[in-house]
C-alpha cells in the first residue's frame, strides 16, 4: 500500500501487527511445549521408558531458545504499547495494569523453575522430584498467556470500569480482568496453543520417520504428540462453538459481519464463501440452513443480530468473512490429519508411521497450525475494529502521533529478521549434530524398530 502522505496511524497498526505475528510463534511454543515435556517425562517415569524421558530432555533444550527470541519480541511489545498506543494507554493503561504485572510475575515463576529443571537432569535419586520442577514452569507459561489475553479480552469488552467524557474512572481491576470475552478468549488461546505445539513437534518425528530414520524414539515421539493433538483439537472445537455463542450475545456486529448476516431473523443459515453485491445480496455462497442461530444461541429457530441494527461507523471491516471462511478451512484440515492418524493407529498401526503419504500430511499440519493461529489473531483484532477499545475508544484515536513510526518498523524488521535466522540456525545445528539414535547409544540405550 503506497501513502500520498505519512500516516503515524496506518505505521503503527503495521508495526504492532508485525510485532505480533512474529512473537506470536515463540510465545504459542512458549506455552504449548512445556506442557508437552511434562507429559513425555511424565510417560517415561511411570513406564521407566528412556525414549520418552529423552524426548522430554531434547524437547527441553529447543525450548530454552523459543524462550530466549519470545522475552525479546514480549519486550518490543511492552515498548511499543507506550510509544505507538499514548493515548490508549492513558485511558485504559490503570485498568489493565494488573494483568500486565502478573504476566511478568508468571513469567519469571516460569524462567526461575525453568533454569532449575534443566540444570538437576539426573540429580535426583527419585526421577519424580525433577518431574515436579517442571510444573512450575507449565503453570507460569501458560498463566503468562492467560494474563495477557485477559488484556486482549478487556479491549473486545471492557468491564469493571466506568466511562464518562471517553475517560475510565472508578476502576474495579478484578471486575476489569473478569470481562464478559475472558472465558473464551483464555481458553481458545490455550488450547490452540497446546494443539499447534504437539503438531510442531509430531512434524518433526514424522520427518525423521520420512528420512528413513525408523528408530522406535521417533514413533513414540509420534504416536504421543499426535494423540495429544487429536484430544486438544476436540477442546478446540468446544471452545469454539462457546466462542460463538459470546460473540452474539456481546459482539453482535463481528458475528454478523463474518456471515454477512444483514437482516435481524431467526433461522439463519450459515455462510461459506461466496460474492457480496453492492446491494448485499450473496452470490455463489454455500448457505447451511440453521447453522447461524445454532453456533450463536444453540437453538435453529433463535433470532440473530443483523448488521442493518448496527450503526454503519461500527461495522468491522466485511472482509472478515473470507478470513473466518479461511480458518475454518485450515481447522478442518488439521482434523482430517489427526483423524486419520488415529485411525490408522487403531485400525493398522504399521501405516501410521511408515506410509509416506500421511507423513507428508503431518508434516504439512505444523506450518497449517501456526498459520491458523497468526489468521486467528488477524480475524479477531480486524473483527474488532473500528474499536482499540470496543465501545470507548477508536484506533484512530489511540495512535501516536509522532513523525518516526515508519523509521521504527524498518529497525524492528531488521530486528526480526536477525532474530528468526539466528534461531533457526541455532535449533537446526543444537539437533542436527546431535540425533537421537546417537545420544541414545551414548547413554547405552538400545532402541529397534517395534513399539
Not at 503495521?14 to 517425562?41: D, N, R
Not at 521407566?48 to 527441553?60: E, V
Not at 537432569?121 to 495477557?148: C, E, Q, T, Y
Not at 465501545?391 to 524492528?412: R, W, Y
Request: charged share 15%; net charge positive.
Amino acid at each position: 500500500m503506497l501513502l500520498s502522505t505519512y500516516d503515524p496511524v496506518f505505521y503503527s497498526r503495521i508495526l504492532t501487527s508485525f510485532t505480533l505475528a512474529f512473537h506470536i510463534i515463540f510465545a504459542t511454543l512458549g506455552v504449548g511445549v512445556p506442557l508437552m515435556i511434562a507429559i513425555a517425562e511424565w510417560i517415561g517415569i511411570k513406564r521407566n521408558d528412556p525414549h520418552y524421558l529423552l524426548l522430554a530432555r531434547r524437547w527441553a533444550r529447543g525450548f530454552v531458545i523459543t524462550v530466549a527470541v519470545g522475552v525479546v519480541t514480549g519486550t518490543a511489545i511492552g515498548l511499543q504499547l507506550s510509544l505507538l498506543w499514548p493515548s490508549f494507554m492513558r485511558v485504559a493503561g490503570q485498568s489493565i495494569a494488573l494483568p500486565l504485572f502478573m504476566e511478568t510475575f508468571a513469567f519469571f515463576f516460569e524462567a526461575i523453575f525453568l533454569g532449575i529443571y534443566l540444570y538437576t537432569w539426573d540429580r535426583f535419586k527419585n526421577r519424580m522430584v525433577h518431574f515436579w520442577l517442571l510444573v512450575p514452569v507449565v503453570i507460569g507459561s501458560s498463566a503468562s498467556a492467560f494474563f495477557i489475553t485477559i488484556v486482549n479480552a478487556f479491549m473486545n469488552a471492557p468491564a469493571g470500569v466506568t466511562v464518562e467524557n471517553g475517560k475510565i474512572i472508578d476502576i474495579e481491576p478484578f471486575g476489569a480482568m473478569l470481562s464478559p470475552a475472558m472465558p473464551t478468549k483464555v481458553s481458545h488461546v490455550l488450547i490452540t496453543a497446546y494443539l499447534t505445539c504437539a503438531l510442531v513437534l509430531a512434524a518433526i518425528a514424522a520427518w525423521s520417520l520420512l528420512k528413513g530414520r525408523k528408530h522406535v524414539y521417533y514413533k513414540k515421539a509420534l504416536r504421543l504428540t499426535m494423540v495429544s493433538a487429536f484430544v486438544f483439537i476436540i477442546g478446540s472445537a468446544i471452545i469454539g462453538d462457546l466462542s460463538g455463542k459470546y460473540l452474539a450475545s456481546y459482539q453482535p456486529e463481528k458475528l454478523a459481519a463474518m456471515e454477512w448476516h444483514f437482516e435481524t431473523s431467526k433461522n439463519a443459515p450459515l455462510v461459506l464463501g461466496g460474492i457480496l453485491t453492492e446491494d448485499n445480496e450473496i452470490k455463489y455462497g454455500l448457505k447451511i440452513p440453521y447453522a447461524l442461530s445454532i453456533l450463536a444461541h444453540g437453538l435453529p429457530n433463535a433470532e440473530v443480530t443483523g448488521l442493518n441494527d448496527i450503526p454503519e461507523d461500527e461495522h468491522p471491516p466485511l472482509i472478515i468473512h473470507y478470513l473466518f471462511d479461511m480458518k475454518m478451512g485450515l481447522v478442518a484440515l488439521m482434523t482430517l490429519v489427526t483423524t486419520v492418524f488415529i485411525i490408522l493407529l487403531w485400525r493398522k498401526r504399521h501405516l501410521a508411521f511408515s506410509n509416506k503419504w500421511m507423513l507428508r500430511a503431518i508434516i504439512v499440519a505444523a506450518p497449517v497450525a501456526m498459520l491458523t493461529i497468526e489468521h486467528g489473531w488477524i480475524f479477531s483484532e480486524i473483527g474488532r475494529q473500528p474499536w482499540i477499545l470496543r465501545g470507548i475508544m477508536k484506533t484512530s484515536e489511540g495512535a501516536t502521533v509522532s513523525d518516526h513510526v515508519d523509521t521504527m518498523l524498518l529497525l524492528f524488521s531488521l530486528l526480526y529478521i536477525v532474530l528468526g535466522i539466528t534461531s533457526i540456525r541455532v535449533l537446526t545445528r543444537m539437533f542436527r549434530n546431535n540425533p537421537a539414535e546417537e545420544e541414545l547409544k551414548t547413554r547405552g540405550i538400545e532402541g529397534g524398530g517395534n513399539q
